[in-house]
């Protein structure tokens, strides 16, 4: 899966799940602010990523997770081993 498709679904499914514009994921929008996220909202994104990704996310997995970017890069090297 490239970096595109990664974007391009995570930015959907996270959009929809949290009702929120797409048009306000941004890769320098702040994960958290724009999706407004507590503790039990991550649990969240850990289901979604993977049921439609079919990889486990841990919380140290979110450590320095700050920016979409940073979410897609992480995707991107659990999904494709990079």
């Known amino acids: ?7 391009e679904k995570a930015s959907e499914v996270l959009a929809e799940e949290f ?3 797409p048009a ?3 890769p320098d929008a702040s994960l958290k602010d724009t999706l407004g996220l507590d503790s039990l909202d ?6 979604l990523v993977e049921q439609h990704f079919g990889v486990t996310l841990t919380g ?3 450590v320095g997770i700050v920016t979409f970017k940073d979410f897609y ?3 991107n090297r ?3 081993g990079e």
């Open 1 to 7: 899966m490239t970096i595109e498709e990664i974007i």
């Open 19 to 21: 009702e929120i514009d």
């Open 24 to 26: 306000t994921i941004t």
């Open 42 to 47: 991550f649990v969240d994104v850990v289901v």
């Open 60 to 62: 140290p997995d979110f």
């Open 73 to 75: 890069d992480l995707l």
């Open 78 to 80: 659990k999904i494709n």
